[in-house]
């Protein structure tokens, strides 16, 4: 078919899989980084009652209660380091760190207080019952959601082409741009090139979906927290 052979040339396919490695690069440092974060301020949120509980507080309502593009507009165009791509990775995670921070302590909230005093009783201390026991209850219960705000989260990097940042959607757009000095372009040309974002996305949320499925079924958590 003609319209794909116009789109889908050798140079314009790989600008475009330039923009998804770019997408998923950003997608896995964002999520590593919140997980990280967010869990550190759920913990505070949770157990921290004085001063740094509740600034962990403040921060995850501020960050909830507020758009995402805004974080966005903010950390590109007012930090003065890094990259654009950097600084929006950065909002971004500051942004799901947040979301990420109400998941796990749901999560926290879910463990029965009682299993502190079982620890304690064996012998570990407050940190030792949270690393050991407590924590790997907490993530195993949060999978699906947090799984969930993962997904979310890849789909939000699309945010980035409205700044151009050079990830996939924004490479996409810039396709579509560029298309009309090589040949005339058409309807079909348009839905061709959205309809390839929209199946790329779904190939890596549906495949993360199914690894979470098979996981939950085969009981794989259960192993590796139990280990």
Same mark, same amino acid.
């Given at each position: ?41 759920? &913990? ?28 966005? &507009? ?8 890094g ?10 995670t500051?942004?799901t ?7 796990? @302590? ?13 620890? @304690? ?13 407590? &924590?790997?209850?907490c ?35 810039? &396709? ?32 993360l979906?199914?690894?979470?499925? @098979?996981?939950? @079924? ?6 590796f927290?139990?280990?």
């Amino acid at each position: 078919m003609q319209v794909l052979a116009d789109i889908f040339t050798a140079d314009n396919t790989r600008f475009l899989f330039a923009g998804l490695a770019v997408t998923l690069i950003v997608s896995v440092v964002t999520v590593l980084a919140s997980i990280l974060f967010g869990t550190a301020l759920a &913990l505070l949120r949770s157990y921290e009652k004085y001063v740094f509980g509740k600034l962990a507080s403040v921060y995850i309502e501020v960050f909830r209660s507020t758009p995402l593009l805004l974080w966005i &507009l903010v950390c590109v165009f007012m930090l003065p380091l890094g990259t654009a791509l950097g600084r929006g990775a950065l909002a971004l995670t500051l942004y799901t760190s947040s979301v990420i921070a109400e998941i796990v @302590r749901g999560g926290l909230n879910s463990i029965d207080k009682g299993q502190f005093e079982a620890a @304690r009783s064996q012998g570990f201390n407050f940190v030792q019952a949270l690393w050991y026991i407590v &924590l790997p209850q907490c993530f195993r219960r949060i999978i699906p959601s947090l799984m969930s705000q993962i997904i979310t989260t890849i789909k939000d990097t699309s945010f980035f082409a409205q700044f151009g940042i050079a990830e996939f959607f924004f490479n996409a757009k810039t &396709l579509m741009g560029i298309l009309p000095q090589k040949t005339t372009i058409t309807t079909a040309h348009i839905f061709v090139i959205f309809g390839f974002i929209a199946l790329m996305y779904f190939i890596v949320n549906f495949a993360l979906s199914l690894i979470v499925r @098979r996981c939950s @079924r085969g009981g794989g958590e259960y192993q590796f927290y139990r280990e």
